[in-house]
């Protein structure tokens, strides 16, 4: 495995093949995604028969047990001391917890009911959490420079993208487009993860360094907090990153009802979906480069002002709509490099007004914080989406009245444009970019030059 003792943060570009290799593992992450929130809610209600208040409210609770586990996996990563690294023993502990989980909650027994699903999903988002969290956190060590951030970010989601695609375009490749059983494409998705995943993460920990002496000091709970909850950046973003990705959500955890019941379009489902996250991968070279001009939060703003504007279309659509919901999903497709891409390198930025203030480097602890936002995001639009759809009264195996197919429309397509307003709002005059970035590393360096010197 590549070993590097230097500190971790530095600066110059990783080679073309550290920084593939790095990617990789987003592409279980991506396809992992893809049947979380798009094909389980629907495959449990329909399928195996609970009912859509049910399987909201589990894996709404799956999801808050990640408020438990994030805080906890992050701080530990970034203590782990090994010859392997801090990282990378967490994500190759992970791959067997997740391939079990996997096959047990993608082909349920026959009898399998509602402990079932929540054991299960509880034992599946935690490897998850060990896989993705440490992954984040890695990324943002291999570089301090401001725009190589972007290049590495960029790359893990580029990998995450492809997986999404791949796993929404399943459907497609088996010829199974418009089936209205879920269960066949989750089938297929798992016995792939179980190649995929363990073939993605030895190649990362082969090629990719690792640090594996810059552990931090840790710090008193009560200075820990202090540190936290004076970072304002952070807490701005966290704030905007939650609020969008509750926007992301919901048209995630209603795709597949939005396509059958309001364009009643199944047969397209599988065709939308590849084309949306295609265009998404065509999008991120096109938004790193904007980023290198406006900057990383002005573009992510800009992205979301786009994606908003062509998405507020969306609810006054109906049945027979499906090609202009295809070109909606082109356009607001090359919208999500920026929105996948750019915040996450902001995040490792955020990290260093932790570090500047004597917080050690604590990336693993930070990113378990937006991990645990975004779980909880996605988590928050499955319980309100499915619990108002219930109370709605909407059927996902039957036929609809306007009434509750009016509340599917507005879920998916109206809130999140409110949600994004939201979110750029917050992130518009966000006070940390490229010049306020590059004072942070001369203060970390100053600091750092200053202990050794005295050490």
Request: neutral net charge.
């Amino acid at each position: 495995m590549a070993d590097d003792a230097r500190p971790a943060g530095v600066g110059g570009s990783l080679s073309p093949a550290r920084l593939i290799a790095y990617g990789l593992p987003g592409l279980p992450v991506g396809a992992l995604g893809v049947p979380l929130f798009i094909f389980l809610p629907t495959f449990y209600s329909q399928e195996v028969g609970l009912s859509l208040a049910t399987v909201g409210t589990i894996l709404l609770a799956a999801r808050l047990w990640d408020v438990v586990t994030d805080p906890v996996i992050g701080a530990l990563s970034d203590r782990t001391r090994s010859r392997f690294g801090r990282r990378r023993p967490w994500m190759i502990a992970a791959v067997p917890l997740v391939m079990l989980a996997v096959w047990m909650v993608f082909r349920p027994p026959e009898d399998a009911g509602a402990w079932h699903l929540l054991g299960w999903s509880l034992a599946l988002y935690l490897g998850w959490t060990m896989i993705q969290l440490p992954h984040g956190a890695w990324g943002a060590e291999l570089s301090d420079d401001y725009d190589e951030r972007s290049r590495i970010a960029g790359s893990r989601e580029a990998c995450v993208v492809i997986g999404t695609l791949l796993a929404a375009g399943t459907p497609v490749f088996l010829g199974i487009d418009g089936d209205v059983r879920p269960g066949t494409a989750l089938g297929a998705l798992a016995i792939a993860l179980m190649l995929v995943l363990p073939a993605t993460i030895a190649a990362a920990a082969s090629v990719v360094p690792d640090h594996r002496t810059a552990a931090p000091n840790p710090l008193p709970w009560s200075e820990s907090r202090r540190l936290l909850l004076r970072n304002r950046p952070f807490l701005r973003l966290i704030v905007a990153y939650l609020i969008n990705g509750l926007a992301n959500g919901l048209p995630a955890t209603l795709f597949l009802l939005f396509v059958e019941h309001v364009l009643a379009a199944p047969e397209k489902q599988g065709l939308l979906l590849f084309v949306y996250f295609l265009c998404g991968i065509l999008g991120v070279p096109f938004w790193l480069l904007v980023a290198r001009r406006l900057g990383k939060h002005r573009t992510w703003c800009t992205a979301m002002i786009l994606n908003a504007a062509i998405f507020a279309f969306v609810p006054l659509l109906g049945a027979g709509d499906a090609t202009i919901f295809l070109a909606i999903c082109v356009a607001t497709g090359l919208c999500l490099g920026a929105d996948l891409t750019l915040p996450s390198a902001i995040q490792a930025d955020v990290v260093d007004v932790d570090t500047a203030r004597g917080g050690g480097r604590r990336t693993g602890l930070y990113f378990a914080f937006w991990g645990m936002a975004t779980k909880l995001a996605l988590a928050l639009a499955v319980g309100i989406a499915f619990g108002l759809l219930d109370v709605a009264g909407f059927e996902a195996a039957g036929t609809n009245a306007e009434g509750p197919l009016l509340v599917l429309a507005l879920l998916y397509g109206g809130l999140p444009v409110l949600l994004k307003a939201v979110a750029i709002a917050l992130m518009w005059r966000f006070p940390l970019d490229r010049d306020a970035h590059a004072h942070l590393r001369i203060e970390i360096l100053r600091k750092e030059t200053e202990n050794k010197a005295g050490g």
